[in-house]
Every structure is written in structure tokens, then in C-alpha cells.
């Protein structure tokens, strides 16, 4: 039975001449590696330049504010049941009066915290919200600790800037897929991202 | 004028060193380099602008580490080890001749460490003392895999000293010299030793990659079969002098290579060039400007050998050690004696025929 047709007869013949002379195969290969030598290089200096890794990747997480710049969340707690590293905690709290342009239900969570060592980007806190509060960013990833302070990432850190808004090219895999076939047959240069509702 | 001849000669040796390590130095970054251009990548980039400063933050690190020597080995013989193979692979680079002359008030001062009568013999002897420091560093390790290494890299050195040997009786034959600058002056006006000695070469160059225990010949410190081979034990500077050796052997070995084969720092419309510069300059600015060419042509031919030890490194795998051994006894060997006898023949017979036609 033949399982692919990537395999080949092993054949046992005596080597010619040029064969056995050696050199003419090593000067084959340095042509081979010279060639190398001149072609593009295929690193991304990481640091300075960041590759672009597709409209549904996981990166940091993103609590949202709605339109009028109130936060979405409830703190219901779903997110972190749903957590499987438990990696989320909160601390709920009722809205006073005057609050009202702050939170856009009665209850919010005056505490969010994320243990970034305990997450593993599988998304499903971003699942289980009914408020579409919590979101990972497809654009930044968590950055490199250098002390245990870091590690635990407060609302300070997480709630979105009103004046850096965050949004998404595509919501789904099919979507993604498509709009990669758009850019690659050179359709659309420049897409202006969906935001997240 | 006894005191400014060897003042001259100090700083021409001093200078001649200086460039050997200064070499060898940025070989180590060149070879990171290379070896990142043949595998798509990019090689070291961020010590410096391309990595310039990565061969001083690479002897930093050698320097700043533990300089530890193993309770069970001989003390004396494991520090003699690097230092036998540094200063071995250094002595050589004085003979070499990197360019013509300079001259300054009157005096004519070569661009040569020393000018001896039996330059060529000398750069044998100390490369066959080069394996000493390899067999006592091995030796005094008290490892077994040091010693295994060790005694790999004496037998290898010592079959292909005799090729190599061997292949260069041709080229004596041809020069009736032993010295290295009248070897050199002899290959003037595009008449290189390559174009006699096609097959010498191909054996020197494969002798001269085995005695640097260079890829394919590397088998000394194969990690597979050896952890480190003969430097296993060896840490701190004392395995940076060892590595460093390594790469001085290859710029000394290349710089041989072109003295011998590639006419030196000679190169074509080398004398029209002298003419137009002496003419144009007066006689001595002209002629410095003239050596200095030179003098680029000759680093220009023994980088690119450095280079090509590089590009065959990242290219071909090891040899097998029988497969070794084979190739140096049973066919390099026979193969140089051969040239011999071709050379002889071309000298007694072939010769005379050209020289009347010519004439």
C-alpha cells in the first residue's frame, strides 16, 4: 500500500566517479548555501517591529465602557467561574447617586483583578459575559514582568481609555479568513476595524 | 641606527600582532554572521551597530567567569595548554609578509615581522607545535572525553601535516626558496602559484581546514561523540584562548594560503598602478600609497579564505573518523607525491619547450 508519493526507491548502485571525487558535490552545496547567503532574511526584530497576528488572537484583557463612557460591567462573577485557571477575582459594589455617567448598571465592580501568571488566554471569561464587558485584545500582548507587583493587573490597568478605543477587524475565524483572502489578492489595503459592541 | 632598526622591528611586530588579534577577534563575529546569512537569519545585531561590539561583550563574559580548574587535573599542564596553543598559533603571523615596503626619510621598512630565509619552514614548525597545547590541554584535563579529543586532533594534525607537507615540495620546487617574501616576489604580474598548482592547492586547502580542526575535519570537539572534546574541562578565558586560537589559525593559515597560491600582495596591473601613483605623487608618497594597496589586496585575499572556512563550515557535515584517515593516508598522500612528480616533470621537460617557444 502507498501512502504518499513522497517516497523513494533506496538504491544501493556504486557512486561514479564524480561522485566518489567529493568535490564537486561540496561545491554543489556552497552554491546552495551562498544562495542563502543572499536571500531575504525572514526575521522580525521582534522589539521594534511586531508582527501583525490576525484579528482573533488572544492577547491582554480589555474591560469595556459603552458609547457614553460608562464601564459595562456588573460584576456578576461569571467570568471568573467560567476561569479555568482562576485567574480572575472582583470585589462587586452598589452605584451611588451622582455615579451614574461612571456605571452603566447599579451594581459594578469597585475591585477587577487578573493574575496574568495564572492566565492562560483561552478567552472563555470573554465567552461567559452576558454584559460584553471583558474582552482580550487581538493587538497587545501582556508585557514582560519585572517585579511581583506587576503581576496582578488592577482596573487601572484593564478599563479602556475613551480616547484610545478599542476595536476588531473580525469577530470570527470565517470572517478573519475572508478579509486575509481580501488582503492577499490585494482588495482591501486598509480595513477600518469593527468595534467591539 | 642599530637602536632605530630595532625600534622599527618592535613596532612592526607589535603591529603585526595587534592585527592578528584584531582579526581574529571580529572572526568570531563574522563567523556568528555568516553562519546567520546561510541560515536566513540575521546573526548578531544588537552590540553596536550590526553587532560590532559583540566580540568585546563575548571576551567580557569569558572574563568575568568562574576560572575554575578541576581538582584531579595536572594544574601546571592545564593552564600550559591554552597558553601553548595561543602563543603557537600567534608566533606564525611574523613571517608573513602583508605588503611590500614603506618608506619614510630614506628608509625602507617591510611590512614584515621578519624577513627569514626559511620563513616557510618556520610557519611549519610552530603549526606543528600547535598540537601541543591541544594534546597537553586534553591530557592535563584528567576526562576522558578531553583526552579521546586530544589524541583525535595530535593524529589528524600530524597525517595531514604530511600532505600538506607534501603539496607544498611542489611549490618549493617551483620557487627554489624557502622564503616567503621571495615567494611572493616571484608570483609579480599575475603569474600565481594557482595557476601551476591547481591540485597542490585543493590539497593544502584541505590539508590546511584539517589542521584547524575546521568543519569537515572538526572532529576533536564533535559533541556528539566527545560532550566538548579536548576543551570539555575548560572554562572562563582559558577556553576563550583555546577558541581564540582556533580563529588566528584560520586568518594565520588563510593569509599562507594567499602568500603561497595567490601571489600575496600582488594583483593584476599592479606595476601600471605603481607607475601612475610614483608619477603622480613623487616617488616615495607614491610608493607608500603603493604598498598600502597592496598591502589591502593581500587582507582582501586572506579574509576571503576566512570567509570560505566559514561558508564550508555552515555547508558540509563532518567526516566519519575512519573516513578521515582514509582520506589523508590513502588518497591526500599519494595524491601530493604525485604533484610532486608532475611538477618535477614539468620543470625538467616542460619547461625548456616553453622558454624557447617563447623566446
Not at chain 2, 89 to 106: D, E, K, Q
Not at chain 2, 116 to 123: A, Q, R
Request: glycine share 8%; charged share 20%.
Amino acid at each position: 500500500m502507498q501512502l504518499t508519493n513522497r517516497s523513494k526507491q533506496v538504491s544501493n548502485k556504486e557512486m561514479t566517479f564524480m561522485e566518489r571525487a567529493y568535490l564537486p558535490a561540496i561545491a554543489t552545496g556552497l552554491g546552495i548555501t551562498i544562495k542563502h547567503f543572499f536571500a531575504k532574511k525572514v526575521t522580525i526584530e521582534y522589539p521594534e517591529v511586531k508582527r501583525y497576528l490576525g484579528p482573533v488572537f488572544r492577547g491582554r484583557h480589555i474591560l469595556k465602557r459603552d458609547a457614553d463612557g460608562k464601564e459595562r460591567c456588573t460584576a456578576c462573577g461569571l467570568c471568573a467561574v467560567a476561569c479555568p485557571a482562576e485567574a480572575i477575582s472582583m470585589v462587586a459594589a452598589e452605584r451611588e447617586k451622582g455615579e451614574e455617567n461612571l456605571y452603566r448598571e447599579e451594581k459594578y465592580a469597585a475591585v477587577y483583578e487578573v493574575n496574568m501568571l495564572r492566565c492562560i488566554f483561552c478567552g472563555l471569561c470573554e465567552e461567559a459575559c452576558p454584559k460584553q464587558a471583558v474582552y482580550l485584545r487581538h493587538d497587545e500582548f501582556v508585557p514582560v514582568f519585572t517585579d511581583r507587583d506587576q503581576v496582578i493587573w488592577g482596573k487601572d490597568l484593564l478599563v479602556e481609555d475613551m480616547n484610545n478605543r478599542y476595536t476588531r477587524e473580525a469577530w470570527t475565524k470565517e470572517e478573519a479568513k475572508a478579509l486575509d483572502d481580501k488582503r492577499a489578492n490585494g482588495e482591501v489595503t486598509n480595513v477600518t476595524p469593527r468595534p467591539v459592541p | 641606527m642599530e637602536l632605530t632598526e630595532f625600534t622599527i622591528k618592535s613596532i612592526t611586530i607589535v603591529a603585526v600582532f595587534a592585527l592578528t588579534l584584531v582579526i581574529a577577534m571580529y572572526s568570531t563575529w563574522a563567523e556568528r554572521k555568516v553562519a546567520g546569512f546561510i541560515q536566513d537569519r540575521r546573526g548578531p545585531n544588537r552590540a553596536g551597530w550590526g553587532g560590532l561590539l559583540q566580540p568585546m561583550a563575548d571576551a567580557g563574559k569569558m572574563f568575568f567567569k568562574e576560572d575554575f580548574i578541576p581538582a584531579l587535573a595536572n594544574k601546571w599542564l592545564f593552564i600550559a595548554g591554552p597558553s601553548l596553543a595561543m602563543l603557537t598559533a600567534l608566533l606564525a603571523s611574523a613571517v608573513i609578509p602583508f605588503g611590500s615596503t614603506f618608506r619614510f626619510n630614506g628608509v625602507e621598512v617591510p611590512l614584515q615581522g621578519v624577513e627569514s630565509n626559511i620563513g616557510i619552514l618556520y610557519v611549519f614548525g610552530v603549526v606543528a607545535l600547535g598540537v601541543y597545547g591541544i594534546m597537553i590541554g586534553g591530557w592535563a584535563s584528567n576526562n576522558k572525553f578531553s583526552l579521546l579529543g586530544a589524541i583525535r586532533a595530535a593524529s589528524q594534525n600530524i597525517s595531514y601535516e604530511i600532505a600538506m607537507g607534501l603539496s607544498l615540495i611542489a611549490v618549493l620546487m617551483m620557487s627554489s626558496s624557502l622564503s616567503l617574501g621571495e615567494i611572493v616576489s616571484q608570483q609579480h604580474g599575475g603569474n600565481w602559484n594557482i595557476f601551476y598548482q591547481p591540485l597542490g592547492f585543493i590539497i593544502f586547502l584541505t590539508c590546511s581546514f584539517a589542521e584547524c580542526n575546521r568543519v569537515p575535519f572538526d572532529l576533536p570537539e564533535c559533541e556528539t561523540e566527545l560532550v566538548g572534546g579536548y576543551h570539555t574541562e575548560y572554562g572562563s578565558m582559558k577556553l576563550g584562548f583555546y577558541l581564540f586560537a582556533e580563529y588566528i589559525n584560520m586568518f594565520i593559515s588563510s593569509a599562507i594560503i594567499s602568500t603561497l597560491y595567490f601571489g600575496g600582495y600582488n594583483y593584476p596591473g599592479m606595476d601600471w598602478v605603481y607607475n601612475q601613483l610614483t608619477s603622480a605623487m613623487g616617488t616615495a608618497t607614491g610608493h607608500n600609497i603603493a604598498t598600502l594597496i597592496g598591502t589591502a589586496v593581500f587582507f582582501g585575499k586572506a579574509l576571503f579564505f576566512v570567509f570560505f572556512y566559514m561558508w564550508v563550515r555552515w555547508t558540509i557535515p563532518r567526516f566519519r573518523y575512519d573516513q578521515l584517515m582514509n582520506l589523508g593516508w590513502k588518497k591526500l598522500i599519494p595524491l601530493a607525491i604525485i604533484n610532486i612528480i608532475l611538477t618535477a616533470a614539468g620543470i625538467l621537460f616542460l619547461k625548456p619547450i616553453i622558454t624557447q617557444i617563447l623566446n
